[in-house]
Antibody, heavy 121, light 107 residues
Framework: EVQLVESGGGLVQPGGSLRLSCSASGFTFSSYAMHWVRQAPGKGLEYVSAISSNGGSTYYADSVKGRFTISRDNSKNTLFLQMSSLRAEDTAVYYC??????????????WGQGTLVTVSS | DIQMTQSPSSLSASVGDRVTITCRASQDISNYLAWFQQKPGKAPKSLIYAASSLQSGVPSKFSGSGSGTDFTLTISSLQPEDFATYYCQQYNIYPWTFGQGTKVEIK
């Protein structure tokens, strides 16, 4: 059974940093692209970032480019999102999402349960 | 960016009803269209990809169709567990974008 478990969310002040983790199990993590998608409270879904299966290629939405860094440790089956220079508008539930192939041009299949990030003073 | 517009934004339906949700892309996305279901307080669940292919484990009461700019999600016979918000998403061109969601409520 595919499982994606996010952690690392919490309350952070504007301008602060936070690192999210996503622990994966139930599939060969190193063979699949991974993504982060977020959802502000009461709002719709927003695409954030993607990483290829080997970590060699990444993509960032304009809204987070230069502030967020996606990475992965295939030896530990873990996906990361390093977030810095956080703003109030980054407040959201962050979901870890599995792609259905090694390329991040292929669609999603499984979602994690999400972790809440709140940016507030 | 490609804009995805869903209609209606919400609908009320009864158990057993056939429900259709539409999604329109602001430009041709071929069949690079996915649908997701989200229940309150829960993570989204993938239902359909490539406009009409069901994700593993998704019941056949869900179906998708369309190509180019116009797409539909149909639930053949609405059941209590289907009351949720549904989102479409294009994955043809980055940034991948989502529709605003369609909330399906009990009549």
């Amino acid at each position: 059974e595919v499982q994606l478990v996010e952690s690392g969310g919490g309350l952070v002040q504007p301008g602060g940093s936070l690192r999210l983790s996503c622990s994966a199990s139930g599939f060969t993590f190193s063979s699949y692209a991974m993504h982060w998608v977020r959802q502000a409270p009461g709002k719709g879904l927003e695409y954030v970032s993607a990483i290829s299966s080997n970590g060699g290629s990444t993509y960032y939405a304009d809204s987070v480019k230069g502030r967020f860094t996606i990475s992965r440790d295939n030896s530990k089956n873990t996906l990361f999102l390093q977030m810095s220079s956080l703003r109030a508008e980054d407040t959201a539930v962050y979901y870890c999402v599995k792609g259905n192939s090694g390329s991040y041009y292929r669609p999603f299949d499984y979602w994690g349960q999400g972790t809440l990030v709140t940016v507030s003073s | 960016d490609i804009q995805m517009t869903q209609s209606p934004s919400s609908l009320s339906a009864s158990v057993g009803d056939r429900v259709t949700i539409t999604c329109r892309a602001s430009q041709d996305i071929s069949n690079y269209l996915a649908w997701f279901q989200q229940k309150p307080g829960k993570a989204p669940k993938s239902l359909i990809y490539a406009a009409s292919s069901l994700q593993s484990g998704v019941p056949s009461k869900f179906s998708g169709s369309g190509s180019g700019t116009d797409f539909t999600l149909t639930i053949s016979s609405l059941q209590p567990e289907d009351f949720a918000t549904y989102y479409c998403q294009q994955y043809n061109i980055y940034p991948w974008t989502f529709g605003q969601g369609t909330k399906v409520e009990i009549k």
